[in-house]
C-alpha cells in the first residue's frame, strides 16, 4: 500500500523517480545511511575534529528524503556506529566516539537532515537562491549542535574551551569547506530536479 496519498506527505525528490511504500522508505532510509557512512570516510584528519565529506551527504540525504525519512536516516547512522559499526570517520565506531569532541556533530547532523528535509519538502531544494540557504543552514544547524558540546568534551580533556578555542578547534578550519559542500548541493539538487521532471515528462 502505497502512503504517499496521504496528504500529510510531502513529496521530495526521491519521491518523483520511487514509488512511495513502506518497503521503499525503509531502503532508502538505510541507502541514506550507506552514502553518509561512505562519505565519512572522505576525510582530512584533524584533532578534535576532522573535515570530511559527511555534511554533503547530510545534506543530500536531508532534501532527497524529506524530513521524516532524512532524520531516521542519520540516526540510524548515529545508532550504527555508536554500537560498533564502523561508520564514523576513519572507520571509527563506539558510544566513545558518539560520547567525545565530535558527538554534537553527529547528533547535529540528524536535526540537520531534518531542517533541510523539512525545507525541501516546501520546494527550498529548487531555483537557485533557496537551495544555497537551505544548505549553508543545514550545515550552521550541525555547528549549532557540535559546538556547544565540543566545549564541554575539551573541558573534560582539561583542554582550553573558551569560546576563541572552541571556534579554532570546531568551526573556522570548516568554513571553506562547508561552503564548498553547501555550493555542491545547491548546485545538484536542482539538476536532479530538472532530469526527475524531464523523466515523468518523457513517460
Known amino acids: 500500500m502505497s502512503i504517499a496519498t496521504t496528504p500529510l506527505v510531502r513529496p521530495t525528490l ?4 520511487v514509488t512511495r511504500t513502506w518497503a521503499s522508505d525503509i531502503a532508502l532510509v538505510v541507502a541514506g545511511t550507506a552514502l553518509v557512512a561512505v562519505l565519512a570516510q572522505v ?16 545534506l543530500l540525504v536531508g532534501a532527497g528524503l524529506g524530513a521524516a525519512r532524512g532524520a531516521a536516516s ?3 547512522y548515529a545508532l550504527l556506529g555508536a554500537i560498533g559499526l564502523p561508520i564514523y570517520s576513519d572507520a ?4 566513545s566516539v558518539l560520547l567525545g569532541p565530535t558527538g554534537g556533530y553527529i547528533i547535529g ?3 540537520s537532515a531534518a531542517i533541510v528535509g523539512w525545507a525541501a519538502e516546501r520546494a527550498w ?12 543552514g543545514g550545515s550552521l544547524v550541525v555547528f549549532a ?21 572552541v571556534l579554532v578547534a570546531g568551526f ?25 521532471e524531464r523523466s515523468q515528462r518523457g513517460k
Not at 576525510?43 to 547530510?58: C, F, K, M, R, S
Not at 549542535?145 to 582539561?158: C, D, I, K, R, T
Not at 553547501?182 to 526527475?196: F, H
Open 14 to 17: 526521491v519521491d518523483r523517480v
Open 43 to 58: 576525510a582530512i584528519p584533524l584533532w578534535p575534529v576532522p573535515v570530511t565529506g559527511q555534511t554533503l551527504a547530510v
Open 74 to 76: 542519520l540516526s540510524l
Open 92 to 95: 571509527s565506531s563506539g558510544w
Open 109 to 111: 547532523f540528524i536535526a
Open 125 to 136: 531544494d529548487r531555483g537557485w537562491y533557496k537551495p544555497i540557504i537551505t544548505f549553508v
Open 145 to 165: 549542535f557540535g559546538l556547544p558540546w565540543l566545549a564541554v568534551s575539551l573541558g573534560q580533556l582539561g583542554l582550553p574551551n573558551d569560546l576563541q578555542s
Open 172 to 196: 573556522y578550519p570548516f568554513i571553506i569547506g562547508g561552503l564548498i559542500k553547501a555550493a555542491i548541493a545547491a548546485a545538484l539538487l536542482p539538476a536532479l530536479w530538472a532530469a526527475a
